[in-house]
């Protein structure tokens, strides 16, 4: 697959983890609408900086330059993790490891992907930006002034004494992510669906949503344009990522959440309506009759409404 420790061994069948066909997705809560990771499949470099309005949340990524930074897409298997720890401590199983023994096509068939020759290459270059990116913050530091890990310790492949053959391979988790999981309200269930959303804006979108509208009620959940950004840690600049957000409201395919544009009054910038879709709006997705264009990316907003807004 890619650069790695190799591991040989004889008999270590038993400590895979056993494949889990329905197995609940869960995504960790702190990770769900900061900007964690680089939103683009394009090898990105720059670093993200990130300062809450507040001044009281910050959050730092850089990258390695060799394999780029860890995407939304790679945070796939970080789900596929907390996931798997989420159900460990669901059947009461004592001393949850942090390295985690997995078999590559088991975790390429839990997350969505296809299990061709291709894939696993891509999967090992996944682990590698997953192992090299650094994080700094101070979420959850305590009494730290911050905390710096990379989201993966290290990752090896297991490699059968006798044949050569890989059998398999460990991931291990940062303690900070481990930890993370672990902790009581540190995870939330996502949709399935969430695997086969392709664009990195409307992931990370999801996100927002299923951790503000999840349990916002009926006036959901609203955030201004301006924030959504800094909130992203999007390269680019705010003008491309307000039409790009335009379309994708549009567009309103996001499971499970319907979207809104709204113009509160008395401000310049329009603000993201976030709602939990009903049961019956779950059974047909709307779409737009037609794409915005990039000028009238502000164009048919609805007033707006009272509800949680982000701060």
Known sequence: MSRANKTYFSDQFDLFLPYIEDLPLRDQREMMERPFFSLAKSKRIKPIDYRSPDGKTWVHVSANPEYGMATIWDADILIYCASTLADMQRRGLNDIPRKLHIMPFDLLRAI?????????????????????????????????????????DGWTQLVDERTERSRGMTIELSSWFYEGVLM????????????????????????????HAGGAGEGGFAISLPTLFEKSGAEGQYRRFKFEIAKIVDRNELPGYALTLEQPPGKREPHLRMVRRTDAQLTSTPRASKSLKPAAATSKLAPAKSATRAR
């Open 184 to 211: 009581s309200g540190g995870i939330l269930s996502i949709d399935r669906a969430y695997f086969q959303i392709s664009g990195g804006r409307e992931r990370w979108l999801y996100r927002v949503a299923r951790k």
């Open 112 to 152: 969505g992907r296809p299990t061709t020759g291709r894939a696993y290459e891509l999967l090992g270059q996944t682990l590698d930006r997953l192992v090299s990116t650094t994080v700094k913050t101070n979420i959850r530091a305590e009494n730290r002034r911050e905390a710096t890990f990379n989201w993966l």
